[in-house]
């Protein structure tokens, strides 16, 4: 028996905050167009901070649909949840690395042997910094592994679960102290080992998602505001540990900033407000037409800015005319790719019910 979808007010105007934060960060790294306002305000151009909301997001859907299952039916397909997966990102991925092909065979960019061999095999966050075109499917790779293990852990029940979260939250800070110091080139923030808290912090957060709305509902404005406000001050101490010579990477490194343990929490309350709370302007803003429709463009959006946000001779690579051409290409593949295979994906999943 297959599970009907979830829908979750908001969570499509939060995936369109994460990608325009991916978009701004690649724009100000390649353009400087944020260079200015970054200063004041680095949120703007914090594309970490952007995927690491996709990241609690994604965590706390899938595993939002594997306790249904397990509820409605008793068991956990492991056949039908791969098969999901699949044909949710695999068909505009690979379409992606087919155009690339074609412009890497003509010359117009170029992608290494063993850059095609890690963008092929879902394992680029090992060598992600050898392109730029295919360096981004290095959050793809560290989803695809987190969730190759995750639904056997469900096998195990309830408490394997929590246990299983909440080790994956306590190590992964430890992993970034250690790295921090005793450094290695291959240890960095866009490797599995630095950032799969973050996918475990929406995993544990739909498991306890009922406890946590009893808890929350009586201080919701209390709730988003200080976890707002904490978010912006956590994305300023790497200015000020720099600027002040404060010492605080040990602190910083594995709780702080854009990635670290406390951040992902405050996300993840901000995620709760946004879904469950009081439907005010927040609500309201989250849920406009404008981002609810570039939610749904987000993955697409995700695969084919780097293709369009370098700085390159071609037309297609001149700011702002370069953020045209992504919203076209992704709008296309969006259109084109995904959608088809998102309505044969729900269409497997009736048909097994």
């Known amino acids: 028996m297959e599970t009907k979808k979830i829908h979750y007010p908001s969570l499509n105007g939060i995936r369109a905050i994460s990608i325009l934060l991916v978009i701004f960060s690649h724009l100000n790294l390649q353009f400087s167009a944020f260079e200015n306002i970054s200063k004041y305000l680095p949120i703007i151009i914090d594309g970490q901070l952007g995927v690491n909301i996709f990241f609690i997001i994604s965590g706390f859907l899938i595993t939002s649909l594997l306790i249904k299952e397990k509820n409605n039916s008793g068991k956990i397909s492991l056949k039908a949840f791969y098969t999901r997966r699949t044909l949710r990102i695999f068909p505009a991925y690979y379409f992606l690395l087919f155009v690339y092909f074609?412009?890497?065979?003509?010359?117009?960019?170029?992608?290494?042997?063993?850059?095609?061999?890690?963008?092929?095999?879902?394992?680029?966050?090992?060598?992600?910094?050898?392109?730029?075109?295919?360096?981004?499917?290095?959050?793809?790779?560290?989803?695809?592994?987190?969730?190759?293990?995750?639904?056997?852990?469900?096998?195990?029940?309830?408490?394997?679960?929590?246990?299983?979260?909440?080790?994956?939250?306590?190590?992964?800070?430890?992993?970034?102290?250690?790295?921090?110091i005793h450094p290695h080139s291959w240890a960095n923030p866009l490797t599995i080992f630095f950032r799969l808290d973050a996918i475990a912090t929406g995993c544990l957060f739909a498991l306890y998602e009922q406890i946590i709305k009893n808890i929350f509902k009586k201080y919701w404005i209390t709730i988003f505001y200080l976890s707002v406000i904490l978010l912006l001050l956590?994305?300023?101490?790497?200015?000020?540990?720099?600027?002040?010579?404060?010492?605080l990477g040990v602190f910083n490194i594995p709780f702080g900033g854009s990635i670290g343990t406390i951040t992902n929490f405050l996300i993840a309350a901000i995620m709760m407000f946004s879904m469950y709370g009081p439907r005010g302007i927040w609500f309201k803003f989250l849920n406009s037409k404008i981002l609810t429709q570039i939610g749904f463009w987000s993955y697409s959006l995700y695969l084919w800015q780097a293709l369009f946000l370098i700085k390159t001779n071609y037309i297609i690579n001149q700011f702002p005319v370069n953020i045209l051409f992504t919203f076209i290409a992704a709008i296309f593949s969006y259109y084109l790719i995904e959608r088809p295979f998102l309505k044969f994906k729900s269409k497997l999943s009736r048909s097994k019910a």
């Open 102 to 180: 074609l412009l890497d065979h003509y010359h117009y960019i170029f992608i290494s042997n063993i850059s095609w061999l890690t963008a092929i095999t879902y394992t680029k966050y090992f060598n992600w910094q050898l392109d730029w075109y295919t360096g981004m499917a290095w959050s793809l790779s560290v989803e695809e592994h987190f969730y190759l293990i995750w639904p056997l852990i469900f096998l195990a029940g309830k408490k394997a679960q929590k246990i299983f979260a909440i080790f994956i939250i306590l190590l992964i800070p430890l992993i970034r102290i250690y790295f921090y």
């Open 234 to 247: 956590l994305l300023f101490i790497p200015q000020f540990n720099i600027r002040y010579n404060l010492h």
